[in-house]
């Protein structure tokens, strides 16, 4: 079966520093489409980062960016010089493109002023 | 405006009563789903469908129903509520090839 982990349940960081929020899946897929959803507390669901499994290089958007680990089945994101707009909760999500996504139970992430 | 739309945001109802959730997309999406949000279980597929009459259960579809008579339109109905449903829900699109869900704003149901 198709898993996603997230081992962190809540984490904090400083204004202008760096955090990285881990994600590890489980899959026998070989081509596969991961991503990182963002819910602030206005509730909307929103697409940080998404990286495709055939593609070596790491995806970044801003000051967002992924360490992808097909081998090790990991998948961190990365946020750089954190702002307090940052606070939220995080998703990671696996899809292998059918109907099916598989989502983590949620990293809450806290930027402190 | 372009997107996708859920109503009511908030509803508070009763035990027995039947709610319908309503979600509108702007964007022709073939795609549409249904999901619960709760607490320590991330988001769990209620139902989706993949086209204008063509729906299919997910992992959690007891006691929901959902229809798909027009592309754009995808309502979900509760035909008796009960306290177990009381959650947050989310109606959802995909679009192209990039695989990416695209999410209303999320539909608070508390049942009483």
């Known amino acids: 079966a198709q898993t996603v982990t997230q081992s962190q349940p809540e984490m904090s960081v400083q204004e202008a520093e760096t955090v990285t929020l881990s994600c590890t899946y489980d899959?026998?897929?070989?081509?596969?489409?991961l991503f990182w959803y963002k819910q602030p507390p206005s509730r909307q669901m929103i697409l940080v980062i998404r990286q495709e499994a055939y593609k070596q290089q790491n995806a970044t958007e801003n000051r967002f960016s992924v360490n992808f680990q097909k081998a090790a089945k990991s998948f961190s994101l990365k946020i750089s010089d954190s702002q307090l707009g940052d606070t939220a909760m995080y998703f990671c999500?696996?899809?292998?493109?059918?109907?099916?996504?598989?989502f983590g139970t949620g990293t809450r992430l806290k930027v402190l002023a | 405006d372009a997107g996708i739309t859920q109503s009511p945001r908030y509803k508070i109802t009763e035990t027995g009563r039947q709610v319908t959730l309503m979600c509108h997309q702007t964007?022709?999406?073939?795609?549409m789903f249904w999901y619960r949000q709760d607490l320590g279980h991330g988001l769990r597929l209620i139902y989706y469908?993949?086209?204008?009459?063509?729906?299919d259960k997910g992992e959690v579809s007891d006691g929901y129903v959902v229809s798909r008579s027009k592309t754009e339109n995808f309502p979900l109905t509760l035909e008796s509520a009960t306290r177990s449903q009381t959650s947050v829900y989310f109606c959802?699109?995909?679009?192209?090839?990039?695989?990416?869900?695209?999410f209303g704003e999320g539909s608070r149901l508390t049942v009483l």
């Open positions: 469908s993949a086209a204008a009459d063509i729906t």
């Open positions: 964007w022709s999406h073939s795609y």
């Open positions: 999500a696996f899809t292998s493109g059918t109907y099916k996504y598989i």
């Open positions: 899959t026998s897929e070989s081509n596969y489409y």
């Open positions: 959802a699109s995909r679009g192209g090839g990039r695989g990416e869900l695209f």
